[in-house]
């Protein structure tokens, strides 16, 4: 057994091509849990951890142990989903980054050799370039602030940056994974659940129609669910125009998220120009609350063009540590339902036990939750 690391299962179904609801825990019993899900005995995908199959500034790929696991997952009879991410950048805290690759001969080659490697089924290229860079995380992708500060500028170049990348290593990908692989399936990053919620914020509210008598419309509905913590790093409805609030500027206080906002416009106006069929986005909500997979799901395919939808990251989150245990919420099965119906490729679902997100397995035993227990009850019923 290799050293504690971060996973996703998941399961997919011939019918809906995909649709791997998928599990991360930080601990050793990835494969037991697998196994106490039989994700693997349907075919399922086991997402890798990010942060090892990287490639870096000295010309080396850290992927040793994402071969091993590879190994072990192959053995369980799991597919792989990879991400392969270009570190050889400083975030804005220090850390190692991501970032377009300096040469592109050596980047080519390097993440055609972790493919044939781990022999995925799934390559996504980097994860969620739309990730802010100034609350502290800074460790996916690094923004490009060359060109001036203003948030159109810096959304505009670093969507350019990673569109170039994405379209390029596509093209280096095509024959590893259609020759070597017998078909693999390329993408992108992964709109993160901030930038997405708020890119949908700004769909709705640019057609709201504020009821006569007073209240909330539906763009301000939507953002009393979405624009608030713990799916937004701050309460940003005091931020946004409202019906209430009709003259208020956007982001006036955290210029940060127009950044997040115009980036997500860019790219998903960009993806297909790349090469991408498969869109790929980042879903979380929380305890038995009203949901908008299948809204957003529609209005991001209908703005990229792109109509085969996909999930590499969808989970469930808590509120408050008091919500679990006991585990009394169908949010878990409409979210993947939701999915199902969308027909998405596939989706992984998120998992952890050590934040405030719904797990599936215990950290210590590998014995399904009430959680993993409601996953395995859906996967069998589909």
Not at 257 to 282: C, F, P, Q, R, T
Not at 286 to 314: D, Q, R
Request: glycine share 8%; net charge negative.
């Amino acid at each position: 057994m290799f050293a504690a690391m971060s996973f996703y299962l998941g399961w997919s179904p011939e019918v809906a091509k995909a649709t791997t609801y998928g599990l991360f825990q930080n601990d050793q019993n990835w494969s037991v849990v697998a196994k106490n899900l039989q994700l693997c005995t349907n075919g399922g995908y086991i997402r890798l951890p990010q942060n090892v199959a990287a490639i870096r500034s000295d010309g080396s790929v850290n992927d040793a142990n994402n071969i091993l696991g590879a190994s072990e997952a192959h053995e369980l009879g799991c597919k792989i989903a990879l991400t392969v991410a270009n570190i050889e950048c400083l975030g804005s805290h220090g850390t190692a980054i991501s970032c377009p690759p300096s040469d592109i001969k050596s980047y080519t080659t390097r993440i055609t050799q972790v493919v044939k490697d781990i022999n995925p089924a799934v390559v996504n290229v980097e994860n969620e370039v739309t990730a802010d860079n100034l609350y502290g995380t800074g460790k996916f992708y690094r923004w490009n602030y060359s060109h001036g500060s203003a948030p159109a500028q810096v959304a505009a170049a670093t969507s350019a940056d990673y569109i170039a990348q994405l379209s390029l290593s596509i093209r280096a990908l095509v024959n590893s994974c259609s020759v070597s692989l017998n078909g693999c399936i390329v993408t992108t990053d992964g709109i993160g659940k901030g930038a997405l919620n708020i890119a949908f914020w700004q769909s709705l509210y640019s057609s709201q129609t504020c009821p006569p008598g007073g209240g909330p419309g539906v763009a301000d509905e939507f953002a009393a669910l979405a624009l608030v913590p713990p799916l937004s790093p701050v309460n940003l409805t005091s931020d946004i125009p409202t019906c209430a609030n009709p003259n208020y500027t956007p982001f006036t206080k955290y210029p940060v998220e127009n950044i997040k906002l115009l980036l997500a416009m860019d790219l998903l106006h960009g993806y297909k120009s790349a090469g991408v069929n498969v869109l790929n986005l980042h879903f979380y909500w929380y305890l038995n609350k009203p949901l908008y997979i299948k809204a957003i799901s529609e209005w991001a395919a209908s703005v990229s063009g792109i109509n085969v939808l996909a999930s590499n990251e969808m989970g469930e989150i808590l509120t408050t540590p008091a919500q679990l245990p006991p585990y009394q919420s169908d949010t878990l099965k409409r979210m993947l339902e939701s999915a199902y119906f969308e027909k998405f490729n596939f989706v992984l679902w998120y998992s952890t036990p050590h934040s405030n997100i719904v797990t599936l397995g215990d950290p210590i035993s590998g014995a399904l939750t009430p959680a993993g227990i409601t996953y395995k009850t859906f996967l069998s019923n589909h």
